[in-house]
């Protein structure tokens, strides 16, 4: 057990639970503040919200061993993806889904398709997000259990009940109020970590110079293209397609704060794939990943040598935010799904919003137990189950998302059947094994696009109410 | 609000941006060209994590100069 690092890591984890307590009654006033914080977060929080829920493990940890494992041009790919995905969803969705005024992304379906697209997207989305705590979960196992000195499983279970605890209780108020402070502890550890190895390399140069002493092929492209083209498609995509980061949107004060939101969260992003960059490098110097039972666990070993102990308990803290920032959205994501999406809106509309918000709680706690029973033993490597579920999403929500903003003649046949034939095609390809890691969705999500489109051409056309309505998401182009 | 109208948004029109650069990395993909020591592929998408947060402040002016003429 490695005590100065175990003290700030709890000393962290006990500071997230009582922003939960104290944001508890503010959130149980109503749906809006459980599920959206009133719809009332400023450019500033907002910003730090939605770098907080889109850098998680894979970010940080997955990016890092992949770099290290597969050369740096795996690891760029990953950044040249994941920092795409703000530019991407604000040209294509931010603005236009928070004018629609709607609390998840289950409820925007129904407002643009109806009633059966909202049900079948409601049950991918709790399929989805509890398929993506896992690498989240198992993440916080590796460090957890590396640090704290206890066993793998012991580590999942109390991490994993510590974040579901202060998520649960104070819904979105909290999960947005934690991730400012997750999304500057980690932005300010990695920058830390970045400068002490710059220092101890003697600058930027002499950094790859090591790395390559020890890796001769990490400047290499190691891989089939199509495993670098699958990965970047399936990051590109995240900000559209995932429940937990679009439900950022919906927290915004408006479409013009959303917009400048995901502006500055890009700029944070940046700046932690360069300083993650020589994380990576410093990571291949050490020529230790062979001996590594996991290669993801690299950018801890990073850590223990570079920083003393104090800082790097600050930068371990700093990975258990973007883990917990990324798993209690996704929380969330699957509690609204159930609470409000399929209870409150098909089985009881009369449902009170005080017992909507407490059996939020009680499906984020539930969601999380089912998540840790499968992070007890998981399927993968971090990296490979974050582009399974994100590869999922795309091929099930990617272009109906699209679709449904940019083109009025998209209809509620034509959704549906995109919907389920890219997820269906999607689980095939998964299940065959017949295409590089992460390749799935370059064969999914076309088939999804072209069954919406052949689909809604050969049916009905949308109400002239719901075309107004695509109208009204673009009205900034009134008076052109 | 026209078909033709939507194609003249200004994030239509920079997704295409976005695509194009994206294209131009992956289809040439310069597998056998090295700057560093390191693939000029990876240089590549260095020096699109910059352009990305350009068009991202491209973006927010132009849709705010919209938006004020109204």
Redesign the interface.
Same mark, same amino acid.
């Given at each position: 057990m490695q005590v100065t690092e175990s003290i700030i890591l709890l000393i962290y984890l006990i500071a997230m639970t009582l922003m939960g307590i104290y944001f508890y009654r503010r959130a149980r006033r109503s749906e809006n503040d459980y599920f959206t914080a009133g719809q009332s977060i400023n450019t500033f929080i907002g910003a730090f919200a939605i770098f907080a829920a889109v850098a998680s493990s894979s970010s940080l940890m997955g990016a890092v061993g992949s770099g290290v494992a597969l050369? #740096?041009?795996y &690891?760029?790919?990953y @950044? !040249?993806g994941v920092? @795409?995905i703000?530019?991407?969803s604000? &040209?294509?969705v931010s603005?236009q889904i928070r004018r629609a005024g709607v609390k998840t992304l289950p409820e925007f379906f129904n407002q643009r398709f109806g009633k059966p697209v909202q049900i079948v997207s409601a049950a991918v989305v709790v399929i989805g997000m509890t398929f993506y705590m896992v690498p989240q979960l198992t993440a916080s196992g590796l460090i957890g259990s590396h640090v704290l000195g206890i066993d793998y499983k012991t580590a999942v279970v109390v991490l994993g009940l510590g974040f579901t605890l202060y998520a649960a209780l104070g819904g979105m108020w909290a999960i947005t109020y934690t991730d400012l402070i997750q999304g500057s502890s980690m932005l300010i550890g990695i920058v830390i970590l970045a400068l002490f190895i710059m220092v101890d390399h003697n600058g930027v #140069?002499s950094l790859? *110079?090591d790395a390559?002493a020890v890796d001769p092929a !990490?400047?290499?492209?190691t891989q089939p %293209?199509m495993s670098?083209?699958g990965l &970047?498609i399936a990051f590109?995509w995240f900000g559209i397609i995932s429940p937990s980061v679009v439900m950022r949107n919906f927290a915004s004060r408006d479409a013009?704060t959303a917009?400048?939101s @995901?502006?500055w969260a890009?700029?944070l992003y940046?700046t932690l794939?360069?300083a993650g960059?020589f994380v990576t490098a410093a990571g291949a110097s050490m020529g230790i990943v062979e001996s590594l039972d996991n290669t993801d666990m690299i950018f801890v070993s990073v850590i223990e040598q570079y920083l003393p102990a104090i800082l790097g308990g600050i930068m371990l803290a700093g990975l258990m935010a973007a883990i917990m920032s990324s798993a209690d959205a996704m929380l969330l994501a699957i509690s609204a799904g159930i609470a409000h999406d399929i209870y409150k809106e098909h089985i009881n509309p009369k449902a009170s919003e005080r017992f909507v918000t407490g059996l939020g709680l009680i499906v984020m706690i539930a969601a999380s137990i089912v998540g840790i029973l499968i992070a007890i033993d998981p399927p993968g490597l971090i990296a490979v189950m974050v582009g399974w579920v994100g590869g999922f999403l795309l091929s099930a929500f990617g272009f109906p998302i699209v679709l449904g903003i %940019?083109w009025k003649r998209a209809n509620m046949l034509g959704a549906l059947t995109g919907m389920l034939g890219g997820s269906i095609v999607f689980l095939i390809l998964i299940i065959g094994r017949w295409l590089p890691t992460n390749a799935e969705p370059i064969i999914a999500a076309p088939i999804s696009l072209l069954l919406m489109i052949v689909v809604s051409l050969m049916t009905e056309p949308p109400s002239q109410e719901t075309q107004a309505k695509v109208?009204y998401y673009?009205t900034?182009?009134? *008076?052109? | 609000m026209t078909s033709r109208s939507k194609f003249r948004d200004p994030g239509f029109i920079l997704t295409i941006v976005l695509i194009v650069y994206a294209a131009i990395v992956f289809i040439w993909w310069p597998t056998d060209i090295y700057m560093l020591e390191i693939s000029l592929v990876a240089w590549l998408m260095f020096a699109g994590l910059f352009f990305w947060f350009l068009l991202a402040i491209i973006y927010s002016v132009w849709i705010e100069k919209i938006e004020s003429r109204r």
């Open positions: 050369g #740096v041009p &690891f760029f790919t @950044a !040249f920092i @795409a703000l530019p991407f604000m &040209f294509l603005g #140069v790859i *110079n390559m !990490f400047g290499d492209i %293209w670098y083209f &970047f590109l013009r917009r400048h @995901a502006m890009c700029l940046l794939f360069i960059f %940019w109208d673009h900034h182009l009134e *008076n052109r | -």
